[in-house]
């Protein structure tokens, strides 16, 4: 799947019609404070899990198609297009069907709920590969995981020492890990947790 991910296409792949009306519809708030996509809404009210409730009203199974790539290309293209058209903080959750015996095609389906500032739990359990994306405000735009903020946090803080304000350190940190190769070889292969945060604050200053 990894190696999907890596053929992605940089430019985003054209969304099929009936995935782009969702997403061009945009959102709707239901009475009850749940967060929709207006084509999926269906008229029923929640019985008081919002969260449940949102990530069954807003799910979204991809076309299938026989490149992997192309697949995941035109989920990610759906889910930023929805996200764009969101007025609050918002969630996107991609699970995805491993082929077995690789045989294809695969699927994703694409979930959306709002964040209301509490962690969702038990979705790290789940067997299939899962990606996230959302809306929320971050410092850090491309950790993956508590341990990648970790880093940057002490990256941004190494430089701070060294006399650049806050904001100069946070963008200085998001523009060195922004770099597709670094991206790819150094924070998804796990690299950045080989190292504490004045290593990579040293070879920001000296690039």
Not at 9 to 34: F, I, N, V
Not at 94 to 116: G, L, N
């Amino acid at each position: 799947m990894r190696a999907a991910l890596h053929a992605i296409r940089p430019d985003e792949a054209p969304l099929p019609p009936t995935l782009a009306a969702t997403a061009t519809k945009g959102w709707t708030e239901h009475d009850s404070g749940a967060y929709l996509l207006r084509n999926l809404s269906d008229g029923t009210s929640p019985d008081g899990d919002l969260h449940a409730y949102e990530a069954n009203i807003n799910s979204q199974e991809i076309p299938r198609g026989n490149d992997v790539a192309e697949l995941l290309g035109v989920s990610l293209a759906y889910a930023r297009a929805c996200l764009r058209q969101a007025r609050k903080p918002v969630t996107a959750l991609f699970s995805i069907s491993e082929p077995y015996d690789d045989v294809i095609p695969v699927t994703t389906t694409v979930t959306f709920w709002a964040d209301r500032g509490t962690r969702v739990e038990g979705f790290e359990d789940d067997l299939r590969p899962l990606m996230l994306l959302s809306t929320a405000n971050t410092d850090f735009l491309y950790a993956c995981t508590e341990d990648h903020e970790k880093v940057m946090a002490d990256t941004a803080e190494a430089l701070t020492a060294q006399g650049l304000s806050r904001e100069e350190s946070v963008r200085k940190v998001n523009e060195f890990w922004g770099l597709p190769s670094r991206r790819w070889a150094l924070l998804y292969g796990d690299w950045i947790g080989r190292q504490p945060g004045e290593h990579w604050a040293g070879l920001i200053t000296t690039a």
